[in-house]
């Protein structure tokens, strides 16, 4: 059984091609499938937090199980075979040219692995560091993501079938942004991590650069906003200096051929000053 109904109320090709960015999309569904598959079985910590990460995952799996029948039933009678005909007519010839052949040649008229261009689903999309605030925080920056596509998907057509699924996912989306945000929070009443992950080497590193902001660019503005300002304020370095010297490769392993001047290096120019000092003063 679906989680919930995906029926359009009449078959859309062009539709179709474009919902696989929900489905094999960067932010698609089989990315969050993933995702929260892997960072549940790499969870260390049984309880709560791993149940809420493996019940998520597997509702995942069943919105890539909708959004795969609905590309299958948006896509039914499509032309498949008759396109040097179906062209003739200048309405079929719009859908053809909008449809994504592989979903008729490689899956027979069913939905892809892939986004909206065709690009393959990469499991390289996913996010599954161990590290649950790290983790979190990239789950909740995926359902943004996954919701705005959908909010644009659903303004992309006009089949109250399709709305309604879309109505649905737009829901869930919302609901698994506020609970990746609220087991942030609940992270670190538990004393689990901190505002900073991962809570670790706070003393060690670099005491001085761990409260600044550079100004870097040519927008003054940066310094206007509310995290240079108050008692937990950033301080803005509105005219930072360089800590470091030349950032100059070393001299090249000749069998790798890279262009190179012993005179022209930074070592040979400094070598070059060294030498005319030395003129001057001999
Ligand atoms: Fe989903
Ligand atoms: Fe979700």
New binding site residues.
């Given amino acids: 059984m679906l989680q919930f109904e995906a029926k359009p109320e009449r078959p859309d090709p062009v539709y179709a091609h474009k919902l696989q960015e929900l489905i094999g999309g960067a932010y698609g ?1 089989m990315t ?1 499938t993933m995702q929260y598959l892997f960072q549940g079985w790499n969870c260390r910590i049984e309880g709560k937090y791993k149940d809420l990460i493996m019940d998520t995952a597997t ?2 799996i069943g ?1 890539v199980e909708m959004l795969a029948t609905m590309v299958a039933r948006l896509l039914e009678g499509a032309p498949a075979t008759a396109t040097a005909e179906a062209v003739k007519d200048p309405v079929m010839a719009a859908v053809i040219g909008g449809m994504d052949p592989q979903q008729a040649i490689v899956a027979g008229g069913g939905a892809l692995p892939a986004d909206s261009n065709g690009y393959p689903w990469n499991g390289k999309f996913i996010v599954a560091s161990g590290n649950l605030l790290a983790d979190f925080r990239a789950n909740a920056a995926a359902e943004a993501q ?1 919701r705005l596509q959908t909010a644009r998907l659903y303004n992309m057509t006009d089949d109250p079938g399709v709305k309604e699924m879309l109505k649905f ?1 737009l829901a ?2 919302t609901v ?1 942004q506020k609970q990746w945000l609220r087991a942030i929070e609940e992270l670190e009443a538990d004393g689990l991590e901190t505002d900073v992950a991962p809570s670790a080497l706070f003393d060690e590193e670099n005491q001085e650069h761990n409260h600044t902001i550079w100004h870097l660019s040519d927008g003054p503005d940066g310094n206007k906003g509310g995290w240079s300002t108050g008692e937990d304020r950033l301080d803005y370095l509105m005219d930072p200096k360089p800590l470091g010297g030349p950032g100059t490769a070393p001299k090249p392993d000749p069998a790798l051929y890279g262009t190179y001047s012993a005179t022209q290096d930074t070592v040979g120019v400094v070598k070059g000053k060294a030498q005319e000092v030395k003129n001057k003063l001999s």
């Fill in positions: 569904e969050v509702e995942e919105h996954g996912n869930r989306d698994h």
